[in-house]
């Protein structure tokens, strides 16, 4: 096994499932799709000169005046579907992965801190954490924005604080394990400064279950603001994500505009999808590795 | 026994207190609420008699401790915008609510516990592989998008469901119920569904996994071996054992699906608290947000102490540690 | 012509038994060719190291062989008839009803979350139309028969409110409860302490003689089963190397293995010699064939050994599997 490089043992066994590969790939794909959304979209739909409000509410493959295909339709506003999407996508992804590497840090941070120091410092935080995880994240984040407010800050901030613990639970639970590990006590026998040994020694081993957790609270974290955003409390409007385009095309349901929700929501879909499939993989593959 | 009920009751009253400290502190003492409920041309005059009328003059601990005095009668305050006591619209409502929770928790049940279990017999089947990933799909379909998609297949494409409300009700010991009509039956079919699919998606993996665990064990050998019937392995020496887990997950899924019937009430207008919750956030009417907040925690607690007692009626090992 | 106990008919007897268990790593045999039988009442010690496949013997007379494991070939006649071929519906009414099993580790053999009076009902209404009340009165006589202090308070109990000695007491009784005419005992006390061992070895033996039980009694520990049983049976890698009367193996064994076992004995040492062990290990069971799978440990071993396929050589009452027996 040490003749093993271990990263390279790590996307080996990750390989070894087809479904979690393709799903890996997909993301790849969405995520630089998202990135690239100004330069590859035929329009910037929030451009209000590119915009043509005569176009609005068209079925998809209609053409444009303006010589490019409507290949996802357009919305009431006469935005191009697609080029909606990819910015969406940005926006979904930007706030999904923010929220989610604050919550990391904050949660590792808190998580460790209880480990180490413990006693009642761990008890009181512990027992905090506890009571915040038999709660529901969307209730969390509810209640934070009415008494926040609107805003995007607002949603990271409520986003994060409905996040951290999950973090922090998985740290705290881990770090205690490591804890009780020689490398810890030799550490501090030979004096090492108390940030020595938590930042280098502590901290690296505690990472992998965090990943998963990262993962897979991303892709809720993802979701939860879609939500959010749907129910009319997320993100403002001068910021689309994919929740507010599926809120806007709700009304248009009913007159049979179906693409205005639909093609969204699978984007939205096809997103989470495969951060779950990608996350579900790596926490078989890094669980019985734990184990050992 | 009951000493165990009574330390449970003790600490959910304390959880209660502390919860309507946070919450007070965080919703009335941040931000004004007087300025929603008038126009931007009220005068200075106009807006010290409304706040004096709310009790929105007086100092942070007194108005906590006039909250606190008149919760304890039940008074939450009155609704900014109705006028009516804030608790009173959530007591109106909450019978929608909880009928459709408690469908969708009874159709997560129906449905995730005998395909999970099937799965976890047949584990190296492709039906044991494809009921895997749409579970993980159960988890990943936004539920907002999945109502929609619903309503647009089987309300507007079909025409064979109705897209919004709640049906005829039937009222029996005083409250209204809907299932037992037809009309209510087609209401409540689709939110229902929609809200039980991460429910079922959960109870499947995790009877999957129960019955994969469980069925190597000695003792299911031993039953085996001692001659007994498929049957009665199955669903004595195997069941009860897999219960245990399931019911935990229950009480947690039960929380949740309270939670997200927020989002399916607002998808299908049912008129249920939640949607109560958004259009109150969405107009500041605090005193329904507070209310919302402290019947939620109220609930929540009955759920977990529920729970832990029919943990303990299912798992003889864990009654020792309660009577002691 | 009364000392032909070899006439007698055999109530158990395994002809040629391979059990296979097909992984992703390639065929397992567990169990290659083994052969073995047990007369009515008779106690046979089946003796093997770990992973010699006694257990798989024993799951295999009941049919308890899971995925990815299978009965290849061979046959069972118990009581004269071929139970290898019975359908699972069959074999149910022999299991825990003529042919018991009792497991190794009384922690895990009883289902935690029932009651120890349900547990053993379970198997009396399993095979026979019985009142409940008969039933229980069944499970509280074998209790007390099987040295149980306060058998009632204990048939209201749950598994983990009892000793570990109490368990597996009770798994006994649910053997035993259908007066079966064969138990198949897995190394019932090895888990238990040594004060209870033998007191559990004394109980199970003489409940058995009352009904007329026989046992086959497997073990890794020789010494056991030199003064419990009648016969031996000696396992190793998958198949028998020597079966017959206990005394005249001890005395004089006839398979290097079992000439081995006994030398391992420490009783058998001078005070301050070292401790004789055999040396080697044993082999993997994934590549074996026909021939001696003792052959790298044997210090008698020739160039025929590893070649040639060994079956079993039969003198008066006993079998061995040697090219170069002791004499």
Redesign the interface.
């Given at each position: 096994m040490s003749s093993l490089n271990p990263y390279k043992k790590l996307w080996s066994e990750f390989y070894e499932s087809k479904i979690a590969f393709l799903a890996l790939c997909t993301l790849l794909v969405l995520i630089v799709l998202s990135l690239l959304s100004p330069i590859i979209s035929p329009q910037d739909p929030y451009n209000l000169s590119d915009i043509n409000i005569m176009e609005g509410r068209l079925p998809p493959g209609t053409h444009s005046e303006r010589g490019y295909i409507y290949f996802l339709g357009t919305d009431d506003q006469g935005r191009d579907m697609l080029s909606a999407i990819l910015y969406g996508l940005r926006i979904s992804l930007a706030v999904g992965v923010a929220s989610g590497i604050f919550a990391f840090i904050f949660g590792l941070s808190v998580g460790l801190f209880a480990a180490y120091n413990g006693g009642i410092f761990d008890k009181l935080i512990m027992r905090f954490v506890d009571m915040q995880l038999s709660f529901p994240a969307i209730l969390i984040a509810l209640i934070l924005l009415t008494t926040l407010g609107r805003g995007t800050d607002k949603v990271i901030i409520a986003l994060i604080a409905s996040q951290w613990v999950y973090y922090a639970r998985v740290a705290r639970g881990t770090a205690l394990t490591e804890l009780n590990k020689e490398y810890i006590e030799s550490a501090r026998c030979l004096n090492l400064s108390k940030f020595r040994i938590i930042i280098i020694q502590l901290l690296p081993n505690c990472l992998p279950p965090l990943i998963v957790v990262m993962t897979i609270e991303i892709g809720h974290a993802i979701a939860l603001e879609a939500t959010l955003s749907f129910l009319g409390v997320g993100l403002p409007i001068t910021k689309p994500s994919l929740g507010l385009l599926i809120s806007n095309g709700y009304e248009y349901m009913l007159y049979g505009k179906y693409w205005i929700s639909m093609f969204p929501g699978i984007a939205l879909l096809i997103l989470i999808l495969t951060i779950n499939v990608v996350g579900d993989q790596l926490r078989d593959i890094l669980n019985p590795r734990l184990k050992q | 026994m009951l000493v165990f009920i009574i330390n449970r009751i003790i600490q959910s009253m304390i959880v209660i207190f502390l919860t309507s400290i946070v919450i007070f502190a965080g919703i009335f003492a941040i931000g004004n609420p007087v300025d929603l409920l008038l126009d931007s041309r009220a005068t200075f005059e106009e807006m010290e008699q409304i706040k004096a009328n709310l009790g929105l003059d007086k100092p942070f601990w007194e108005q906590y401790y006039i909250f606190l005095k008149s919760s304890v009668n039940g008074d939450f305050g009155h609704s900014y915008i109705y006028n009516v006591p804030a608790m009173q619209l959530i007591f109106q409502r909450l019978p929608a609510t909880l009928e459709l929770a408690f469908i969708s928790l009874i159709l997560s049940i129906i449905i995730g516990i005998p395909v999970g279990v099937v799965a976890g017999i047949y584990s190296?089947n492709i039906f044991s592989k494809c009921v895997m990933f749409l579970s993980v799909l159960g988890f990943s379909l936004p539920s907002f998008w999945v109502g929609l998609m619903l309503i647009m297949v089987f309300s507007i494409s079909f025409g064979w469901l109705p897209s919004f409300g709640r049906g005829e009700t039937i009222s029996l010991f005083g409250i209204e119920w809907s299932i037992f009509t037809l009309d209510g039956l087609k209401h409540i079919i689709m939110p229902a569904l929609n809200l039980s699919l991460f429910g079922i998606a959960f109870v499947i993996r995790l009877s999957r996994a129960g019955i994969i665990e469980i069925i190597?064990?000695?003792?299911?050998?031993?039953?085996?071996?001692?001659?007994?019937?498929n049957s009665?392995v199955m669903f004595?020496?195997i069941l009860?054992?897999i219960m245990?887990p399931i019911v935990t997950v229950l009480g947690m899924e039960f929380g949740l699906i309270l939670a997200f019937a927020v989002v399916t009430e607002t998808v299908f207008a049912w008129p249920g608290i939640g949607k109560l919750l958004i259009d109150s956030i969405n107009l500041l009417d605090r005193p329904v947000v507070v209310s919302y907040i402290m019947m939620t925690v109220f609930i929540f607690l009955i759920i977990n102490l529920i729970v832990d007692l029919i943990y303990s009626v299912?798992?003889?090992?864990v009654r020792i540690i309660i009577n002691d | 012509m009364n000392k032909n106990k070899t006439y007698k008919s055999k109530l158990i007897d395994i002809v040629n038994l391979n059990t296979y268990f097909f992984t992703s790593n390639g065929i397992v045999k567990a169990v290659n060719g083994m052969n073995l039988n047990v007369s009515e009442g008779e106690i046979l010690g089946l003796v093997g190291e770990s992973g010699s496949g006694k257990t798989i013997t024993g799951y295999s007379i009941?049919g308890?062989i899971?995925?990815p494991g299978r009965i290849v070939s061979g046959d069972i006649l118990f009581k004269n008839q071929n139970i290898i071929k019975l359908d699972n519906n069959r074999l149910?009414?022999?299991?825990?009803?003529r042919i018991?099993?009792i497991?190794q580790?009384p922690m895990?053999?009883?289902?935690?979350?029932?009651r120890i009076d349900t547990q053993m009902i379970?198997?009396v209404i399993?095979?026979q139309k019985i009142k409940y009340s008969t039933a229980r009165k069944l499970a509280l006589d074998i209790l007390e028969k099987l040295g149980v202090d306060s058998p009632d308070h204990r048939l209201k109990s749950?598994p983990?409110e009892l000793s570990g000695g109490m368990r597996q007491r009770v798994?006994i009784g649910?053997s035993l409860i259908n007066k079966p005419d064969l138990i198949i005992a897995d190394e019932p006390t090895t888990a238990l302490d040594v004060t209870i061992q033998s007191q559990i070895i004394y109980e199970t033996q003489k409940l058995c003689k009352e009904i007329g039980t026989a046992i086959i009694w497997i073990t890794h520990d020789l010494a056991v089963v030199a003064g419990l049983a009648d016969r031996v049976c000696v396992m190793y890698a998958g198949r028998d190397v020597e079966q017959g009367n206990i005394n005249a193996i001890i005395d004089n064994p006839k398979h290097p293995y079992t000439k081995g076992l006994i030398s391992s004995i420490p009783a058998n040492n001078k005070r301050k010699e070292p401790l004789f062990q055999i040396n080697g290990i044993p082999p993997s069971l994934k590549d074996t064939d026909d021939s001696c799978s003792f052959y790298n440990r044997c210090n008698k071993s020739k160039n025929k050994c590893k070649t040639e396929v060994i079956n079993n050589y039969f003198v008066n009452d006993r079998s061995y599997r040697c090219f170069y027996p002791y004499k």
């Open positions: - | 190296k190597h064990q000695d003792y299911i050998k031993f039953a085996h071996a001692k001659g007994l019937k009665r004595v020496y009860k054992n245990i299912l798992d003889p090992r | 009941l308890l899971d995925y149910r009414h022999l299991r825990g009803n018991s099993m497991f580790d895990m053999t009883l289902n935690p979350v029932l379970d198997t399993a095979h749950y983990h798994a649910i």
